[in-house]
Every structure is written in C-alpha cells, then in structure tokens.
C-alpha cells in the first residue's frame, strides 16, 4: 500500500532526528510530524477516493447513454431500467478499491418531447491514513444525465475530393467509410427530422450545382471576366472589324463551380446580400487536365453538394459516386459544411423548432493533404501553399465556426512513408474541438475505424443533455 511505503520512508528521518542534540530541533520536529503526516495521508487518500470517483462518472456516462438507446430502440421497458442500469454499470465499473458500491436509475418522462434517464452511483474506500483520525472510510457519489427525444442532429461531412485520394485505395475506403456513418447516425433518427446530414465533396472548389445560374447568391464578377469572347461589334465599309468588344458567355454554360467568397467572407456565415458583392460566392469554371471538372458527365466529376436531409439513399448515392480531382482547399469544404448548417441562403437548412427541441450541429472534415491552392495565386499554386497563408484563413475560419457552437472533427489520411509522407497537419489539430477529435489515419483501411469511432462520440451529442 502507498501508507505503508511512506511510513517506511518516514521512520529511518524519524530516528535521524530524534538523535539530533543541536538545540530543539528533536522536539520541533517530533511535534511538527504527526500533523504533516496527517495532511499528507489525507491528501492522499482524498486522490484514491477522485480517482475512484472519476471511474464510476466514466461508467455512469456510458451506462445513461446505452439505457437511452435501449429504451429509444424499444428493447427494453421503462420498468426494466434499474435492471439493465445494474448490469451495464457492474461491466463496465472495474475499480478495486471502491467499496459498497451502489447504483441507482431513474426514468422521467418529459411534459414537452423527450424524456430523461437519471442514473446515481455511490461507493466508498477504506483509508489509509484518515482511519487514524477516526474515519476509516471515505464516501464518493456522481450521477450522470441522459435525455433522447428533444435532442436533434445536424451533421455536415466536408470530404476530400482531390486527385491525390485516389492513390493507395484512400477514394473507395472514404466511400465505405461516409456511407457506414450514415447508416450509423440514421439508426439514431427514431422520427423524420431527429437527424440531418449534408455532405459537401470539395478540392479547390465546390459544386453547388449549375441548375442554380439564375441564384441571386453568386457572384459572376470573375467568371465574365474570364469566360467569353471579343465579339465585333462595328465594322467599315470593307467588312473588316474594327471594334471589338468583350462579350460574356451566357450564364447558362456555367457548370456549377465556385470558390473561396471575397475576404474577410470567406471565413465568416454571413448570408449573401446583392447590395454587397462581397457577400456572394464567386461563380468560376475550374479546369483540371483541361477539364471542367464540375461539369456533368466529365470523369472524374467533383460531385455536387448535398444540403442537409434525410433521404440517406441520396447521400449515399453522392458520396459511391464521388471521384478524385483537382488540388486541396480545405477552408472551401469548411466554409461549405457550415453554410449547410445556416437557415439562409444558398442552402437553406430546414427551419428549427427551438420550443420543443435542443440543437447538436457537428462538423466532419477528412482530407488526405495539405492545403495547396484556393481563390489567391499568391497563397498557393496546386502543388505547394506558400507562407502558410491558406492554414491562416483555415484557423480564423474555424475559430469562428467553433464560436458558435458547432463541434469539429478532422481526419488526416496520411498513407505516405518516409519521404512521402505528410507532416501530421498543425492546421486540421487546432480545428478540431479537442485532442479527442483530431484523428490521423495511416492505412486506408482506418478510415472505418475512425467513421465509426466519430459515430459513436456524435451518438452521445444525440442523447447527452
């Protein structure tokens, strides 16, 4: 035992001291001692009693969220909670040290929607040191909360689309991946509506979908600029031209693309508004290996968004037929998802009913890269990013989303060796919200794992109050 150890520490200074004959110092100390020992004893077993207190919060938490999913799943009834409580708890509570170990739970039904498991736990340990003081045990409790019912999803899945996920069966391993997360967070919805989930495939662009020319939201600024022709517009007696002018391409021809909005918008959710261009999302015909690669029937294809839903046949669909293309602009991806989470244009995310239901909005990012290029020549140019100028509009980027109280999660698919690995990106770390939710995947035969594991932490933001 830690006591016994100290006490066999103690006794040989003990007997050092006791010999001193250098004035009173034998005396100072022998009074000084059994108080010093007494707060250090209690000290430590105060630590033994939180350390076995934090263990039962564990599996308390664990316990509350699995009676939930029963009692959502319809596999239990409420009169067999304390059962099932019981047997969760005693799996999963492995401390030796606590004793007369006792938990309780609870099951109230909510006057509004939703309804609430409370489970209590207690225990206590025997002391080392405070049973000296007449306390020969010391008493811990904790209770843990789980509500299901008014607790409602949204999801976005910002997905690397670039042209280096389809090395090392990284593309297919995504698909099986994002399709298995829907499938998991689906089985969570016990009504339509109780989950969303948007996915936003990205490179250098997005694909918002050419169907949307006519959408006040776009900014086409650079796109008539680039995309037309000079047509003669007066000629002489000769039939020579002798004036040209710039003549736009219809809207119509453009294939859906669009990239970073105007700084310092291009971090920020503000709703666009025609009285100020910034606002809109720049239109742009992206060309990959002289491709446009958002128009349809090219291969590959930059998929097109998917807003929030719940039709999973069509995210599935989506994401089986997304196809590696163009270089890494993570921020556009971020940028995208969280727009997708926003009830204004363009995407329009079904209105919430805030009375009877609390909100849970999280973020997936994955990317296989660093970021390479976006809207600026100057800050990158599709092989390299130059002064990390990308990574600084990503951060300022996710500070604001994480403001306003949506949960990130990044992966990295880092399946290179040696030299041809990535650094393990600072930039996906800072934007995640938390250690726990930055993941690096090195085989892509992981990015299941990691899908499933996000599953599960996204299944206790469902039923967690």
């Avoid at 996915?199 to 008539?224: E, H, L, M, Q, R």
């Avoid at 239109?283 to 039709?311: H, R, W």
């Avoid at 329009?348 to 890269?369: F, H």
């Avoid at 934007?431 to 299941?448: E, H, P, R």
């Amino acid at each position: 035992m830690l006591g016994q150890a100290i006490f066999s520490r103690v006794r040989p200074a003990a007997g050092r001291f006791a010999e001193a004959r250098e004035g009173n110092i034998a005396i100072i100390f022998a009074l000084a001692l059994l108080p010093i020992i007494s707060f250090v004893g209690a000290a430590i077993d105060y630590s033994r009693a939180n350390n076995a207190r934090s263990s039962m919060q564990a599996a308390l938490d664990s316990t509350a969220l699995m009676v939930a999913k029963d009692l959502t799943d319809g596999t239990i009834t409420t009169s067999q909670i304390q059962a099932k409580a019981t047997a969760y708890f005693t799996a999963l509570y492995t401390s030796t040290e606590a004793k007369s170990v006792t938990v309780t739970a609870s099951y109230t039904q909510n006057a509004g929607n939703g309804s609430t498991v409370l489970v209590n736990g207690a225990g206590s340990i025997k002391t080392d040191f405070m049973r000296v003081a007449g306390f020969p045990n010391l008493g811990f409790g904790t209770s843990s909360t789980a509500a299901w019912g008014n607790v409602r999803m949204r999801v976005a899945m910002a997905l690397d689309n670039t042209g280096s996920m389809a090395s090392d069966g990284k593309i297919g391993a995504l698909r099986t991946a994002a399709s298995s997360l829907v499938d998991q967070l689906s089985a969570l919805a016990k009504n339509p509506g109780d989950v969303y989930i948007s996915v936003i495939p990205f490179a250098k662009d997005v694909n918002v979908g050419a169907s949307n020319y006519n959408a006040t939201w776009i900014d086409w600024t650079d796109w008539d600029a680039a995309n037309g022709s000079n047509v003669c517009t007066q000629r002489d007696s000769y039939n020579r031209c002798t004036q040209r002018t710039w003549t736009p391409n219809a809207h119509s021809t453009w294939t859906g693309c669009v990239t970073d909005r105007t700084q310092p918008y291009d971090t920020q959710n503000t709703a666009p508004t025609q009285t100020t261009v910034a606002t809109l999302f720049p239109a742009e015909e992206y060309y990959e290996n002289s491709e446009t690669y958002c128009k349809p029937g090219n291969s590959p294809m930059l998929q097109q968004i998917v807003p929030l839903s719940y039709d999973w046949t069509s995210l599935k669909t989506t994401i089986n037929a997304m196809q590696p293309t163009g270089g890494t602009n993570q921020p556009i991806g971020l940028a995208w998802a969280w727009q997708s989470l926003q009830q204004t244009a363009p995407l329009n995310a079904p209105a919430e009913d805030t009375g009877n239901y609390t909100y849970k909005k999280a973020i997936i990012l994955l990317s296989d890269g660093l970021n390479t290029e976006d809207r600026w020549p100057a800050y990158g140019d599709g092989r390299t990013q130059f002064n990390g100028q990308i990574d600084a509009r990503q951060r300022i980027l996710c500070d604001n989303i994480k403001a306003q109280g949506v949960t990130i999660y990044t992966v990295q698919v880092n399946t290179g060796t040696g030299t041809s690995a990535d650094p393990t990106s600072a930039v996906l770390q800072y934007c995640a919200s938390g250690s726990d939710k930055f993941y690096l995947v090195t085989t892509a035969s992981q990015t299941l794992t990691v899908f499933t594991a996000i599953g599960t932490s996204l299944a206790k933001l469902r039923v967690y109050r």
